[in-house]
């Protein structure tokens, strides 16, 4: 298998505390990686470890085949990278910046500058400095700045914060643009699972600093399951009916109102009729499939239980 980024037992601690213990993620390479977990999970502290802007307590990370140590320095002229949020010298416009970066980066293709600006729909603000960008203007400058080099890894830290809903779709078309044309890989952390849902090739969900599961979305697809929400206006009526009219027992009362039936064989008609008629009103029934936020909260609901 071609890895492009691997960590073995890496673990970080902070004054004896433990944050990051033994994560082995494996990063292939041309796809999209969504990285998953709710806040001071560890996301961050991982990538900055990638990027070597902290330095692991134990274990190891190897990209492109190469271990990272604290004397690498090659390796990141192919990768780029937002953790956090990005920084830029306010005072200056963001073709300067790009500059900037490409002068540091030792890049001299300054074409790609526009090139990236036009990626990310940043465009028009030749003399507008970066203290009057909106947030989601710096993030999109960011996003420039971190791929305008076309790094073959790229690694994104909540991308997506301070976008619309247009400016997010947006951006996971691009992100699908440059992992399917310009072939680069890309490692994603996101609150928005929605997004990585529809982006991401393999996820890895960590919680409490331990990484609970790597598995492809494909993987994950094919343990979704369907099943009929109805919401009733008597939940508790309405599942008696369920249990004693149609014999069903594949079903779970999610509160007073709505129950979700898992057997296939279950028609909506029957469903709606044989409540219906015994006085239980209908307020909604739809088919619906399991998603990966679903999936995600099962399991760190779980991992919440052990600690």
Same mark, same amino acid.
């Given at each position: 298998?071609?890895?492009?980024?691997?960590?073995?037992?890496? &673990?970080?601690?902070?004054?004896?505390? @433990?944050?990051?213990?033994?994560?082995?993620?494996e990063?292939?390479?041309?796809?999209?990686? !969504?990285?998953?977990?709710?806040?001071?999970?560890?996301?961050?502290?991982?990538?900055?470890? *990638?990027?070597?802007? /902290?330095?692991?307590?134990?274990?190891? *990370?190897?990209?492109?085949?190469?271990?990272?140590?604290?004397?690498? #320095?090659?390796?990141?002229?192919?990768?780029?990278?937002?953790?956090?949020?990005? *920084?830029f #010298?306010?005072?200056?416009?963001?073709? $300067?910046?790009?500059?900037?970066?490409?002068? #540091?980066? !030792? $890049?001299?293709?300054?074409?790609?500058?526009?090139?990236?600006?036009?990626?990310?729909?940043?465009?028009?603000?030749?003399?507008?400095t /970066?203290?009057?960008?909106?947030?989601?203007?710096? +993030?999109?400058?960011?996003?420039?700045?971190?791929? &305008?080099?076309?790094?073959e890894l790229?690694?994104?830290?909540e991308?997506t914060?301070?976008?619309?809903?247009?400016?997010?779709?947006?951006?996971?078309?691009?992100? +699908?643009?440059?992992?399917?044309?310009?072939?680069?890989?890309?490692?994603?952390?996101?609150?928005?699972?929605?997004?990585?849902?529809?982006?991401a090739?393999?996820? !890895?969900?960590?919680?409490?600093?331990?990484?609970?599961?790597?598995?492809?979305?494909? %993987?994950?697809?094919?343990?979704? %399951?369907?099943?009929? @929400?109805?919401?009733?206006?008597?939940?508790?009526q309405? $599942?008696?009916?369920i249990?004693?009219?149609?014999?069903?027992?594949?079903?779970?009362?999610?509160?007073?109102?709505?129950?979700?039936? #898992? +057997? %296939?064989?279950? %028609?909506?008609?029957?469903?709606?009729?044989?409540?219906i008629?015994?006085?239980?009103?209908?307020? $909604?029934?739809?088919?619906?499939?399991?998603?990966?936020?679903?999936?995600?909260?099962k399991?760190? +609901?779980?991992?919440?239980?052990?600690?």
């Amino acid at each position: 298998m071609n890895y492009v980024l691997k960590t073995n037992q890496l &673990s970080k601690s902070y004054k004896g505390q @433990e944050v990051i213990s033994n994560v082995n993620m494996e990063l292939k390479k041309g796809e999209i990686y !969504g990285f998953l977990g709710p806040n001071g999970a560890g996301k961050t502290t991982i990538m900055r470890m *990638i990027t070597n802007l /902290v330095k692991p307590t134990s274990g190891s *990370i190897e990209i492109f085949g190469e271990v990272l140590t604290p004397a690498s #320095y090659e390796v990141f002229k192919r990768m780029g990278s937002i953790i956090e949020y990005p *920084i830029f #010298y306010e005072h200056l416009t963001a073709q $300067a910046n790009m500059e900037l970066h490409f002068a #540091y980066m !030792g $890049a001299y293709n300054i074409k790609a500058i526009d090139e990236a600006l036009e990626l990310v729909q940043l465009t028009n603000v030749d003399k507008k400095t /970066v203290a009057n960008f909106s947030l989601g203007m710096k +993030q999109r400058l960011g996003i420039a700045r971190a791929i &305008s080099t076309r790094p073959e890894l790229l690694i994104l830290d909540e991308p997506t914060n301070g976008m619309d809903p247009l400016g997010i779709q947006q951006l996971r078309d691009l992100f +699908q643009t440059l992992c399917k044309e310009y072939g680069m890989t890309l490692l994603i952390s996101s609150h928005i699972l929605q997004e990585i849902e529809q982006l991401a090739d393999t996820i !890895g969900i960590i919680n409490h600093g331990k990484l609970i599961e790597e598995v492809s979305m494909e %993987s994950v697809r094919g343990q979704q %399951s369907e099943y009929i @929400e109805v919401v009733t206006t008597n939940g508790k009526q309405a $599942a008696f009916i369920i249990e004693d009219k149609l014999g069903l027992i594949n079903y779970k009362v999610m509160d007073e109102h709505t129950i979700r039936i #898992y +057997q %296939s064989d279950v %028609s909506p008609v029957d469903l709606s009729k044989i409540l219906i008629l015994n006085d239980v009103g209908i307020e $909604a029934l739809n088919k619906k499939k399991t998603t990966l936020e679903e999936h995600f909260l099962k399991l760190i +609901q779980a991992g919440d239980g052990d600690v």
